[in-house]
Protein backbone atom coordinates (compact mmCIF):
# COMPACT_ATOMS: atom_id res chain seq x y z
CA UNK A 1 0.00 0.00 0.00
CA UNK A 2 1.34 3.81 -1.04
CA UNK A 3 2.30 5.78 2.09
CA UNK A 4 0.21 9.14 2.12
CA UNK A 5 0.51 12.00 4.70
CA UNK A 6 -2.00 14.03 6.60
CA UNK A 7 -0.56 17.22 5.14
CA UNK A 8 -3.18 19.34 7.23
CA UNK A 9 -2.12 18.19 10.41
CA UNK A 10 1.86 17.91 9.47
CA UNK A 11 2.06 21.44 8.56
CA UNK A 12 -0.01 22.25 11.77
CA UNK A 13 2.65 20.49 13.98
CA UNK A 14 5.89 21.83 11.25
CA UNK A 15 4.53 25.65 11.77
CA UNK A 16 4.73 24.69 15.85
CA UNK A 17 8.92 24.02 15.73
CA UNK A 18 9.18 27.66 13.03
CA UNK A 19 7.07 30.14 14.97
CA UNK A 20 9.37 31.92 17.25
CA UNK A 21 6.32 32.63 19.45
CA UNK A 22 5.86 28.97 20.91
CA UNK A 23 8.70 26.82 22.83
CA UNK A 24 8.09 23.94 21.00
CA UNK A 25 11.69 23.48 19.39
CA UNK A 26 11.26 19.88 17.59
CA UNK A 27 8.28 17.06 15.79
CA UNK A 28 8.42 13.85 15.24
CA UNK A 29 6.57 12.81 11.96
CA UNK A 30 5.69 9.17 12.62
CA UNK A 31 3.63 6.18 10.67
CA UNK A 32 0.24 5.10 11.89
CA UNK A 33 -0.45 2.32 9.53
CA UNK A 34 0.59 4.01 5.75
CA UNK A 35 0.00 7.20 6.62
CA UNK A 36 2.59 9.48 8.47
CA UNK A 37 1.19 11.98 10.91
CA UNK A 38 2.16 14.11 13.44
CA UNK A 39 3.99 12.65 16.26
CA UNK A 40 5.30 14.34 19.43
CA UNK A 41 6.47 17.42 20.45
CA UNK A 42 8.90 19.15 22.86
CA UNK A 43 11.34 21.74 23.70
CA UNK A 44 14.56 19.94 24.83
CA UNK A 45 16.73 17.77 21.88
CA UNK A 46 17.28 14.89 24.27
CA UNK A 47 13.38 13.98 24.20
CA UNK A 48 13.66 13.94 20.53
CA UNK A 49 16.80 11.75 20.14
CA UNK A 50 14.76 9.52 23.16
CA UNK A 51 12.09 9.25 20.32
CA UNK A 52 14.48 7.60 18.18
CA UNK A 53 14.02 3.82 19.28
CA UNK A 54 16.06 1.08 17.26
CA UNK A 55 12.63 -0.69 16.03
CA UNK A 56 11.09 2.55 14.43
CA UNK A 57 11.90 4.60 11.35
CA UNK A 58 10.63 8.97 11.87
CA UNK A 59 11.15 12.23 10.56
CA UNK A 60 11.98 14.68 13.19
CA UNK A 61 11.80 18.73 12.49
CA UNK A 62 13.88 20.30 14.96
CA UNK A 63 15.12 24.14 15.74
CA UNK A 64 18.44 24.74 16.91
CA UNK A 65 19.40 27.87 17.52
CA UNK A 66 23.66 28.31 16.43
CA UNK A 67 25.95 31.16 15.54
CA UNK A 68 29.45 32.32 16.92
CA UNK A 69 30.30 35.38 19.15
CA UNK A 70 29.17 38.10 16.19
CA UNK A 71 25.74 36.76 15.87
CA UNK A 72 23.31 33.99 17.02
CA UNK A 73 20.79 32.51 14.34
CA UNK A 74 17.55 30.06 14.48
CA UNK A 75 18.42 27.05 12.38
CA UNK A 76 15.92 24.17 11.23
CA UNK A 77 17.23 20.27 10.60
CA UNK A 78 15.23 17.62 8.99
CA UNK A 79 16.29 14.05 10.89
CA UNK A 80 15.06 10.95 9.32
CA UNK A 81 16.16 8.25 12.14
CA UNK A 82 16.33 4.83 10.99
CA UNK A 83 16.08 2.43 13.65
CA UNK A 84 19.14 -0.14 13.41
CA UNK A 85 16.69 -3.06 13.31
CA UNK A 86 14.08 -1.73 10.94
CA UNK A 87 13.43 -4.15 8.10
CA UNK A 88 15.31 -3.59 5.11
CA UNK A 89 11.54 -3.15 3.24
CA UNK A 90 11.11 -0.34 5.13
CA UNK A 91 14.62 1.13 4.87
CA UNK A 92 14.10 1.20 1.06
CA UNK A 93 10.72 3.19 1.63
CA UNK A 94 11.89 5.65 3.54
CA UNK A 95 13.42 7.76 0.84
CA UNK A 96 10.08 7.94 -1.74
CA UNK A 97 8.52 8.37 2.20
CA UNK A 98 10.73 11.43 2.88
CA UNK A 99 9.23 13.35 -0.68
CA UNK A 100 5.98 13.53 1.07
CA UNK A 101 7.59 14.99 3.89
CA UNK A 102 9.32 17.48 2.22
CA UNK A 103 6.23 18.94 0.77
CA UNK A 104 5.00 20.25 3.84
CA UNK A 105 8.83 20.38 5.55
CA UNK A 106 10.38 22.79 2.93
CA UNK A 107 12.35 25.09 4.68
CA UNK A 108 15.61 23.72 6.55
CA UNK A 109 19.18 24.59 6.51
CA UNK A 110 20.44 20.60 6.44
CA UNK A 111 19.19 16.94 6.25
CA UNK A 112 20.75 14.02 8.16
CA UNK A 113 19.64 10.66 7.69
CA UNK A 114 20.74 8.70 10.85
CA UNK A 115 21.05 5.42 11.89
CA UNK A 116 23.77 5.86 14.37
CA UNK A 117 22.77 6.90 17.77
CA UNK A 118 26.57 9.11 17.59
CA UNK A 119 25.30 11.15 14.47
CA UNK A 120 22.04 11.60 16.70
CA UNK A 121 23.78 14.00 19.84
CA UNK A 122 22.97 17.40 19.73
CA UNK A 123 26.59 18.89 19.27
CA UNK A 124 27.16 16.60 16.58
CA UNK A 125 24.06 17.93 14.58
CA UNK A 126 24.91 21.58 15.76
CA UNK A 127 28.44 21.56 14.30
CA UNK A 128 27.08 20.79 11.42
CA UNK A 129 24.93 23.12 10.84
CA UNK A 130 27.69 26.11 11.93
CA UNK A 131 29.33 24.36 8.95
CA UNK A 132 26.26 24.67 6.79
CA UNK A 133 25.85 28.42 8.00
CA UNK A 134 29.04 30.37 6.26
CA UNK A 135 30.86 32.47 8.20
CA UNK A 136 32.56 31.65 11.31
CA UNK A 137 33.66 34.34 13.60
CA UNK A 138 34.37 31.96 16.43
CA UNK A 139 37.06 30.96 14.17
CA UNK A 140 39.65 33.96 14.96
CA UNK A 141 39.16 33.38 19.09
CA UNK A 142 40.65 29.93 18.41
Not at 24 to 51: C, H, L, M
Not at 84 to 109: M, P, Y
Amino acid sequence: MATKIDKEACREAYNLVRNDGTNVNWVTFKYDGSTIVPGDQGTEYEEFARECKDDIRLFGFVRFTTGDAMSKRVKFALITWIGENVSGLQRAKIGTDKTLVKEVVQNFAKEFVISDRKELEEEYIKNELKKAGGANYDAQNE
